[in-house]
């Protein structure tokens, strides 16, 4: 899997996108783009996924970038709920099961 | 249903003891796994099983044993830990197959906080 850069940490003010960028240079044509978000003392949530194409969900949206060398997550409406770590992780789809994290973006999303 | 429940949330042993932590899911998911997560540390994957069979080991002591006796439960047996084995224990389940390659989100439960003492 290629590997991700992330920075450490963000802030966002509270009802403004949070946009959290991921550099992904060495990606393969084969690998997609995933994202989870880890809030304190809880699991790994699934946010979104996606190969070339940006795609939106009920809680986010993925730009990837044409080259696809990196990509970025938005959250349209930070609410203090989302302070979490997020996760940029880089995997085949299909046939690859296991996650492999790396140290993620800690949000902090400020009243 | 899309939940994954552990059990127990949190778990006190000593080294000489033996305990089970527990997973279940109910979403037909025949793929399981095991991950272990260090204070302020990303998760890191222990175990993989596919349609209840070991797919794989991250070469993890065998302290730890993991098993699946139906495509619903996942238990992980631990037996003379260290210290340095207190950490929150993570399972996950997943779609075995794709689907276009478009469904191998994993579902992770809340985690079992183990302490070694």
């Known amino acids: 899997d290629a590997k991700t850069t992330q920075p450490t940490s963000m802030d966002c003010a509270e009802g403004r996108a949070a946009n959290l960028p991921c550099n992904h240079s060495t990606i393969s044509g084969n690998e997609y783009v995933y994202w989870y978000r880890q809030i304190h003392s809880q699991g790994p949530q699934y946010i979104i996924h996606?190969?070339?194409n940006n795609e939106t969900n009920e809680m986010a949206s993925l730009i990837i970038t044409e080259d696809r060398k990196s990509s970025t997550l938005i959250l349209p409406h930070a609410t203090l709920r989302d302070t979490a770590v997020y996760y940029c992780?880089?995997?085949?789809?299909?046939?690859?099961?296991?996650?492999?994290f790396g140290s993620g973006t800690r949000l902090q999303v400020q009243p | 249903d899309t939940e994954v429940t552990q059990t127990p949330k949190h778990l006190v042993m000593g080294m000489t003891n033996k305990k089970s932590l527990k997973c279940e899911q109910h979403m037909g998911h025949r793929a399981m796994y095991w991950y272990k997560q260090k204070a302020k540390k990303p998760p890191e994957l222990m175990f993989v099983y596919s349609y209840e069979k070991l797919s794989i080991n991250e070469s993890v002591p065998s302290r730890f044993s993991p098993e699946c006796p139906n495509s619903s439960l996942l238990n992980l047996h631990l037996h003379a830990l260290q210290p340095e084995d207190s950490a929150l224990y993570l399972c996950?389940?997943?779609?075995?197959?794709?689907?276009?390659?478009?469904?191998?989100?994993?579902?992770f439960g809340p985690g079992t906080r183990l302490t070694v003492t």
């Open positions: 996606g190969l070339k």
């Open positions: 992780i880089v995997r085949v789809g299909p046939g690859r099961r296991a996650l492999t």
């Open positions: 996950a389940s997943s779609q075995e197959t794709s689907r276009g390659g478009n469904s191998y989100e994993q579902y």
